[in-house]
């Protein structure tokens, strides 16, 4: 019998890979591309549009190009499924299906005046806390797709028109892959825009009111296994057509990736920014300390929502440390860097680039490194940055105890800076909880094909996804709880000094 496969699409912040698995869930063979990250003040980032449909036209051809090395036929591949980066917001032209400018990205603070101006409005942020489980801030599309209307004005010329179409990067993918064919997007990533209703599973009809913003305009939200359309893609002299049947949001994907199915189950993401997500069941859970309550998939007419934390840089400050400060040679080194140290001396770095999300929410909070003497070397700041990560992860882990009075068994991670020994120790001792590493960094292309495999009826239902879980590390805690909290102790004490620095 002939061996199906599935396509998946991981379009993320720094780049865009694509995978091909085969039915249990193996990785056949991937292919990934870098894309600019455009900033043209401090705080603010930038997508180019084409660019990334490119990127993943060229990552998808690839990938298929060597499976046909392979023995593979492009004919066994069944489905398509795609994970984007969330929040990253765009507006194009639906006749010319022209980009009417760069995408902003969702840790740009472009949009943080406009929403400063919406948290004095009476009972806005209370309604859009009740309605949508979001905050109102700078993170979420809604105040980005209104930077964009105010600042651009072939944006506000376009939708007087009636020809704009606001979407996130899935809706733009799709748009571009379907030949312009449908505007749509999914349950979770539209649970991530800070307009969609996680009850009634819709736009916000009142929202939408009080912010000027058209249904018309935003694309039709589906299911996360659902027909989103097909793709045509070229692979070498000839065009594949292959039904996208799945699309979710990235870190909701790495929850489906690492098999996070029941109540109570969390992973962490480690990737540009750190995401830590919590299985809340079938009923949203609302946070007193700040955390999220977003959609974390509906299949069928089963829906389970996640409250979710995140930390804004994680890799990208080991970027920065390479291409920025230029004390970093290669990922590769990090680990050499952090063990050279028997301890971090006391040298702590606040990752505040972007500002603090929960449980703290200072969009005035800056990066900033403390502790620092003569005898700190560009180990100790290596270290601090590693260490920084695990700090802000397990004061999520904590909000997500109180909250739901769910005590973690274990952390579940991925991403990319769980190549580094060092976190997956350190965060194992801070969390006095096993960190268990799956046997491929790839949950987040797993999960959209999960997705695709269960929209195009490869697959019955989750729990036949089960069989396919593997483990590939379990780190167990070692460290004393005196130096535990010490350290968070210390950490808690930097991050205070940090606070509020760009209204000073």
Not at 79 to 105: F, H, R, Y
Not at 418 to 425: A, E, I, P, V
Not at 464 to 491: A, C, V
Request: glycine fraction near 10%; charged fraction near 20%.
């Amino acid at each position: 019998m002939r061996k199906n496969y599935i396509l998946s699409i991981d379009q993320g912040t720094t780049g865009t890979r694509a995978v091909l698995f085969d039915e249990a869930l193996t990785q056949v063979c991937t292919s990934y591309r870098e894309h600019e990250q455009i900033s043209r003040r401090p705080g603010w980032t930038e997508h180019d549009p084409e660019e990334i449909y490119r990127n993943t036209c060229l990552t998808a051809a690839e990938t298929l190009g060597a499976a046909r090395k392979m023995g593979i036929s492009p004919e066994a591949v069944r489905c398509m499924g795609i994970a984007n980066q969330g929040e990253t917001v765009m507006a194009w032209d639906s006749v010319s299906g022209k980009p009417l400018g760069n995408a902003v990205v969702w840790h740009c603070t472009r949009s943080e005046g406009i929403a400063k101006g919406l948290r004095k409005l009476p009972g806005f942020p209370e309604l859009v806390r009740e309605r949508t489980g979001l905050q109102v801030d700078a993170y979420f599309s809604a105040t980005k797709i209104l930077w964009l209307r105010e600042k651009l004005p072939q944006v506000r010329a376009a939708e007087a028109a009636g020809r704009i179409r606001y979407g996130t990067l899935d809706s733009w993918l799709i748009w571009k892959l379907t030949g312009g064919r449908r505007h749509v997007t999914d349950v979770t990533t539209a649970s991530r825009t800070m307009l969609f209703n996680i009850h009634g599973l819709d736009w916000d009809g009142e929202i939408l009111e009080r912010l000027g913003i058209e249904r018309r305009f935003l694309p039709e939200v589906l299911s996360n296994c659902a027909d989103f359309g097909t793709a045509s893609l070229a692979v070498g002299d000839s065009v594949l057509e292959i039904p996208i049947a799945g699309s979710i949001v990235d870190q909701q994907a790495a929850l489906l990736g690492q098999f996070c199915f029941e109540k109570g189950m969390a992973k962490a993401t480690y990737g540009t920014g750190c995401f830590v997500l919590m299985n809340a069941g079938e009923r949203p859970v609302f946070s007193s300390h700040g955390l999220l309550t977003s959609v974390g998939w509906k299949i069928g007419e089963t829906v389970c929502y996640v409250l979710d934390g995140a930390v804004y840089m994680a890799g990208a400050v080991m970027q920065w440390l390479r291409d920025g400060l230029q004390i970093l040679e290669g990922y590769e080194k990090l680990d050499e860097y952090a063990l050279s140290l028997k301890g971090n001396d006391g040298v702590y770095f606040v990752t505040a680039f972007s500002g603090l999300s929960a449980p703290v929410w200072d969009a005035a909070a800056r990066g900033m490194l403390i502790g620092l003497t003569t005898n700190s070397t560009r180990a100790h700041v290596v270290r601090a940055a590693l260490e920084s990560v695990a700090y802000q992860v397990c004061e999520l882990a904590e909000c997500l105890r109180e909250d739901t009075g769910i005590a973690l068994r274990e952390l579940k991670v991925d991403g990319g800076l769980t190549k580094s020994r060092f976190l997956n120790q350190f965060q194992a001792d801070l969390l006095n909880l096993p960190v268990v590493l799956t046997e491929s960094c790839e949950a987040t292309a797993k999960g959209a094909a999960m997705l695709a495999g269960l929209g195009a009826g490869l697959y019955q239902g989750l729990s036949q996804l089960f069989t396919y879980q593997i483990t590939d590390n379990t780190y167990i805690p070692k460290m004393s709880e005196g130096e535990r909290e010490r350290l968070l102790h210390d950490w808690r004490c930097a991050v205070d000094r940090a606070r509020g620095w760009e209204e000073r």
